[in-house]
Structures are given as C-alpha cells and as structure tokens.
C-alpha cells in the first residue's frame, strides 16, 4: 500500500480507473480542508467550496490587492501545488493505463 502512494506521485507507470477516482476524490477533500483549516486558523478568514471560483473575494482587483490579500493567495498558491503535481501525475498514468495520448495530460491544468 505505501509502496502504491509513492508510485502515484511519480510520471510513469498506470493507474486504473478506480484508483484514480479514489486518488483524486480523497485528494481533493484533503485540499478542500487543509484550506479551510489555513484559512480559518491562520488568516481568520472563512472558507467554502464555492471559494475556489472567488478565492479573493468578488470585488478583487489584480492591481488592487491588499498586502494580507497577497500573503493569504500566496500560501493557497504553495499548499497547492502538491496537489497539482498528484494530479497531473495521475491524469498522465491514466491516461497511458487508457492508450490515450499523453498530451491530453494539458486538459487537468487548463479546464
């Protein structure tokens, strides 16, 4: 079982169906609360899951935001990406346990 955790954080091998789902469910509910819990803990400020579509609030301006603004975005930035590269590294097993191009791997970032 440890052995599979380590094998998904890597770019070879495959993965099937159910493990991806299983994979991608659970990691998005570990994000969903190591945010709440960052944002609540550290920032005081809430979280919800329509935060992500908003993560600054809906009146932020790119060349307006407040100083605590950018620390806060910047660390929902860091504990981030380790969940980007989980993801991208097993879209691309599954894809490759799929026989489908490995270029499709650029849909998990951009959609």
């Known amino acids: 079982m440890a052995n599979r955790f380590v094998e998904m ?7 099937d169906r159910k493990t991806y789902a299983v994979a991608g469910c659970s990691a998005f509910v570990l994000k969903y609360f190591l945010d709440k819990f960052v944002a609540f803990a550290v920032f005081g400020r809430s979280w919800f899951l329509w935060s992500y579509w908003e993560p600054l609030g809906p009146d932020a301006r790119v060349n307006a935001i407040h100083p605590d603004t950018q620390v806060f975005a910047g660390t929902l930035l860091v504990l981030a990406l380790p969940f980007i590269w989980l993801g991208a590294t097993l879209t691309v097993q599954r894809l490759r346990d799929a026989g489908k191009p490995l270029w499709l791997a650029v849909f998990f970032l951009f959609r």
Do not use: A, D, E, P
């Open 9 to 15: 954080w890597r770019w070879q091998g495959t993965i």
